[in-house]
């Protein structure tokens, strides 16, 4: 059996300026991989590795602030974008073309430095920005959540650079790979579960701020509203029945959407679980959880979702999964309330880094088809 280093020891490493391998495995039993060095201390060396040994794109993970202060803006707008790049940069002096390993750690080193300011990075460049989520890995269950929580948890600047770890044909690397590239490389490598019941042993980032029961068109609920206190935002979590760890509990983590909520709009072919029929499900049930995750929906997604119902082509700025991209929100919420196992009203989705919540996905329950869903 594969033995992971605690957090701690991966923690040690990043303070020594060393790089480790961080897997994060994923509800359908796979796993990806990727390399992390502290930004503070990232040299040519680590640069250089991460570019021909794991292959990837090289990275680097920043607070939404840090990016603020630079003047990034996001390339493709959105709170909950599911890689929220922001612009490519370069550092504006010291360097030669900006590809070589030097000098993409030079540009590093100017972008986390508390004296840069805007002015001392240019765009586009060789080093990819991430604005990782307030929160990191409580929010979402991401490398650069994952990579900016390991380095400020080791007492560093709350930034990081990572790379994905690709196999010998450039496919992203399965377990054996990434398990055979850690011993080739004498990386210490450790899991994002670990990471995330490490910092859930100490923080969380929501808090149950009301309590008590509704009676709904499904029967009677029990609610708690819950703050999220890295963006202010409310959720509420509907609970019918007695929830047991032990047994699988029906759950559905909605994100709010004003057409799918409000007007009851399906897409042809893409028969999905509406609020109403998911509260009907749970009510049916006896007993489960749906847990209604608020997201403020601005013009640019209002606009895309009116496309895509016209049926109009797929815009450049279409959103992503927002129930994945929000996981460790509502996983936060469930863990909360008792929830264990998991027959998840939804579809089969990899949904990452589940154990770290103690939660485990052990079934995923189709929804009804779009005219029953009406």
């Known amino acids: 059996m594969t033995e992971y280093a605690d957090i701690d020891k991966l923690l040690s490493e990043l303070r020594h300026g060393h790089s480790c ?37 090289v ?21 909950d974008s599911l890689s929220p790049f922001t612009l490519s940069i370069e550092a504006a002096t010291g360097i030669d073309t900006g590809i070589s390993a030097a000098d993409r750690a030079r540009t590093v080193r100017v972008a986390v430095d508390a004296a840069s300011q805007a002015s001392d990075l240019v765009q586009p460049g060789h080093i990819f920005p991430i604005a990782a989520a307030a929160g990191g890995v409580l929010t979402r269950t ?26 010998n044909d450039g496919a992203v690397a399965d377990a054996d790979y990434l398990l ?18 490490y910092r859930l042993a100490n923080q969380k980032t929501i808090r149950a701020v009301r309590e008590g029961t509704l009676q709904t068109r499904h029967g009677v609920f029990s609610a708690t509203a819950y703050q999220d206190t890295t963006q202010g935002r409310l959720h509420v979590a509907l609970t019918k029945g007695v929830i047991d760890a032990d047994k699988p509990t029906l759950v559905r983590v909605h994100v709010t959407s004003v057409f799918r909520d ?41 606009l895309h979702d009116i496309d895509r119902l016209f049926g109009e ?26 929830v264990g196992q998991i027959r998840l009203l939804g ?19 189709a929804p009804p088809d779009a005219a029953e869903s009406h």
């Open 262 to 302: 409000l007007v009851g709009t399906t897409l042809d072919g893409h028969a999905s679980w509406s609020f109403d029929a998911s509260l009907k499900a749970i009510g049916e049930s006896g007993s489960g959880v749906l847990v209604l995750l608020s997201k403020p929906e601005a013009t640019d997604d209002l």
């Open 59 to 79: 990275c680097l993970a920043m607070t939404p602030q840090r990016c603020e202060e630079l003047e990034l803006p996001l390339m493709v707008e959105g709170d």
């Open 180 to 197: 055979g590239f850690a011993d080739q490389h004498q990386l210490v490598m450790g899991q994002v579960s670990d990471l995330v019941t």
């Open 142 to 167: 991401a490398p650069a959540e994952a990579a900016m929580d390991l380095a400020t948890l080791a007492g560093l600047l709350p930034s990081a650079v990572f790379t994905e770890v690709l196999d």
């Open 21 to 57: 391998l961080l897997l994060n495995e994923n509800s359908a039993g796979g796993m990806t991989g990727f390399v992390v060095v502290a930004a503070e201390h990232c040299e040519a060396e680590h640069i250089a590795f991460m570019a021909r040994q794991a292959r990837g794109l």
């Open 313 to 338: 082509p797929e815009s450049d700025k279409a959103g992503s999964p927002d129930a994945y991209n929000q996981i460790g929100m509502g996983a936060q919420i469930l863990r909360d309330l008792g």
């Open 347 to 365: 579809a089969p989705l990899k949904y990452n880094a589940l154990a770290g919540f103690g939660l485990e996905v052990v079934d995923f329950v």
